[in-house]
């Protein structure tokens, strides 16, 4: 599997990008989030993105969604992608929707489907199977555990308190990607401190202060991990 890490911000910077994160198996790939300028990351990243045909949105919040029609362009046209799925929680996929009928007729209507999700309802894109579950930020807001060569990512999106109060299980989780912005950092760090094996992903970084104190990782825009 690899992960990489093509935004880890959350409002663009200098050094980083909105966040989007694409996760390959040896087929497929998929990406989760797409905030403001992912497309011109993608490029950057100089990964192979003619076999992106799946997108994830975790919630309707701009710096996860706002590079959507950027990079529906960019795989239509220069990738030759016929049809690009994209899946979100109800009230993501109606946002993307009416930004999506702002670009007519740059984006064609057959050119993208778009599926809303559901906490529990597996997803399953070729070897790939991708688990939604709640994560309680907005009404409708998911994140996703994806599994492939016996592998479990999760990424969470942006997270409350109230996902942690629910203890979600994390024991058999490889990589963590979670984005503790809403979360006082001691209580998220407390909480996955209990998990002595999880490798954690911290983001978007702008937000954290006390780095230094923290074991888990702080990746930055371009990093890929293969494992
Ligand atoms: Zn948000
Ligand atoms: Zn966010």
């Known amino acids: 599997?690899?992960?990489?890490?093509?935004?880890?911000?959350?409002?663009?910077?200098?050094?980083?990008?909105?966040?989007?994160?694409?996760?390959?198996?040896?087929?497929?790939?998929?990406?989760?989030?797409?905030?403001?300028?992912?497309?011109?990351?993608?490029?950057?990243?100089?990964?192979?993105?003619?076999?992106?045909?799946?997108?994830?949105?975790?919630?309707?919040?701009?710096?996860?969604?706002?590079?959507?029609?950027?990079?529906?362009?960019?795989?239509?046209?220069?990738?030759?992608?016929?049809?690009?799925?994209?899946?979100?929680?109800?009230?993501?996929?109606?946002?993307?929707?009416?930004?999506?009928?702002?670009?007519?007729?740059?984006?064609?209507?057959?050119?993208?489907?778009?599926?809303?999700?559901?906490?529990?309802?597996?997803?399953?894109?070729s070897e790939m199977i991708i688990i939604p579950f709640d994560t309680y930020h907005t009404n409708t807001s998911l994140g996703y555990v994806l599994m492939a060569e016996n592998k479990k990512i999760m990424c969470t999106g942006d997270i409350e308190l109230k996902w942690l109060e629910h203890k979600p299980d994390l024991g058999r989780i490889d990589k963590l990607i979670v984005d503790g912005a809403h979360v006082g950092m001691k209580t998220l760090t407390t909480y996955l401190n209990t998990y002595e094996n999880l490798e954690v992903y911290l983001l978007p970084v702008n937000y954290h202060n006390s780095q230094n104190d923290i074991r888990f990782r702080i990746p930055n825009d371009l990093d890929i991990i293969e494992f």
């Not at 935004?7 to 403001?36: H, M, W, Y």
């Not at 990243?45 to 706002?66: Q, R, V, W």
């Not at 959507?68 to 929707?97: E, F, N, R």
């Open 1 to 125: 599997m690899k992960i990489c890490f093509l935004g880890t911000g959350s409002f663009p910077t200098a050094n980083r990008n909105s966040q989007g994160i694409l996760l390959q198996s040896k087929d497929t790939s998929v990406l989760v989030d797409c905030g403001e300028g992912i497309q011109r990351q993608l490029l950057k990243s100089g990964i192979e993105y003619k076999n992106l045909k799946h997108i994830f949105i975790t919630h309707e919040h701009m710096d996860h969604i706002d590079g959507i029609t950027g990079l529906l362009a960019l795989l239509i046209y220069q990738g030759q992608i016929d049809q690009v799925h994209i899946y979100g929680p109800s009230d993501a996929i109606k946002v993307i929707q009416a930004k999506i009928d702002s670009c007519r007729p740059i984006i064609s209507k057959d050119s993208y489907h778009l599926h809303t999700a559901q906490a529990s309802k597996p997803i399953i894109i």
